[in-house]
């Protein structure tokens, strides 16, 4: 385990495949870094399903088997791993400090890859409704609706996947979309299209989930056209509107955009130097996997530019390079 009182060269926030990449890079050029991760793993990619366009995989590859493998990539090059929930950072002084709880961490460079979360619709009962009938996650949650009716909210490429997914259990699907015509590519799209469990309702909101004490019962529609409403029967909604990022602990010590994005320059640079930012958290438009991996990848070897420029006094008490005794 790492001792609290060492400065760790690099502390990695985040195991998705950003955070994992700049993990297997940052040991590799022995770094010796610290991810610290919460207590799902693997982040988004988790809780999808194959994933057909990481390269190397010509027949695809589940999301959590590429997660682990580069977790055990990550380690056969010295990373350590710590689970937690990071409560704050300090980034105001150098070396930056990163508390889990009551215990601290103190680093000379910092990557953060936390990712980013699904945006919810904002209805009342929508988060107490987890698990009886609402879910983010159709691979997760799919299999529970094996010939029920279930509705997929969205219209991007998240929301055809999840949709296409659930027919797999559901007896039929319908995605209710805000606007008259998809978000999602054409070649997703035209899955839907030719799915017929699938079922679309065009320029539609939800105003409200209905429920029992079992759970999810319908949901109140309105058309956005016409302002008219009416009930949908379901047994289950999976919400797929697109995520936020994972910031809330940076705001008011790193730039961030009008989204919330960790806002960079020269690759993954931030507004503090010596800390970087990778993945999701700081991409609102390409959010692949692959490219989260590539901005990792440059986070580490940006990290590891800055560790070498730092004043050797600054490097003294984290003997940088011996990654076993620490
Ligand atoms: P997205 O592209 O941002 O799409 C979000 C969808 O939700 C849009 O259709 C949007 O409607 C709708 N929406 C947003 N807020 C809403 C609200 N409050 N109420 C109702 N609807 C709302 O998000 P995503 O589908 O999660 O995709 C994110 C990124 O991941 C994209 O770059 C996508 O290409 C990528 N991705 C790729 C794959 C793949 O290649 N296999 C799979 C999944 C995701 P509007 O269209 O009206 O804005």
């Known amino acids: 385990m790492p001792t609290p009182d060492v400065i ?26 610290l991810l610290i991760h919460g207590h799902q793993p693997g982040g988004q990619l988790t809780t999808t399903t194959a994933v057909d366009n990481f390269p190397g995989f010509p027949a695809g590859i589940d999301g959590p088997e590429l997660m682990e493998n580069m977790r055990r990539q990550a380690e056969r090059f010295g990373a350590r791993f710590v689970e937690g929930e990071v409560t704050s950072v300090d980034l105001r002084e150098h070396p930056y400090k990163v508390w889990l709880g009551s215990e601290l961490y103190r680093c000379l460079t910092l990557i953060i890859a936390t990712g980013a979360s699904p945006r919810l619709l904002g209805l009342g009962n929508e988060e107490a409704l987890y698990g009886r009938g609402v879910s983010v996650c159709a691979t997760c949650d799919g299999f529970f609706y094996r010939d ?16 296409v997914f659930l027919t797999r259990f559901a007896r039929r699907v319908t995605i209710v979309h805000r606007r008259g015509e998809l978000r999602a590519t054409p070649v997703l799209a035209q899955r839907a299209f030719a799915n017929d469990k699938i079922a679309f309702r065009w320029d539609t909101t939800v105003s409200e989930i209905l429920a029992d004490q079992a759970g999810v019962t319908g949901l109140r529609l309105k058309n956005a056209k016409t302002g008219e409403t009416d009930v949908l029967a379901c047994d289950g909604v999976f919400i797929a509107i697109g995520h936020q990022p994972n910031t809330g602990l940076f705001a008011g010590q790193l730039d961030l955009d009008h989204e919330g994005y960790i806002s960079t320059r020269n ?25 989260a991996a590539g901005s990792g990848c440059m986070a580490a070897i940006q990290a590891e530019r800055f560790l070498d420029d730092l004043p050797s006094e600054a490097q003294l008490n984290c003997q940088r390079g011996i990654c076993k005794e620490r």
């Open 8 to 33: 760790q060269e690099t502390i990695i926030l985040g195991s998705g495949p950003a955070g994992l990449t700049a993990a297997i890079y940052a040991g590799r050029s022995r770094c010796c870094p």
């Open 267 to 291: 690759g993954t640079e931030t507004s503090v130097p010596g800390v970087f930012a990778a993945g999701d958290v700081q991409d609102p438009i390409f959010r692949q996997a692959v490219t």
């Open 148 to 163: 029920r009716e279930v509705v997929v909210v969205g219209g991007g490429d998240t929301a055809i996947e999840e949709a």
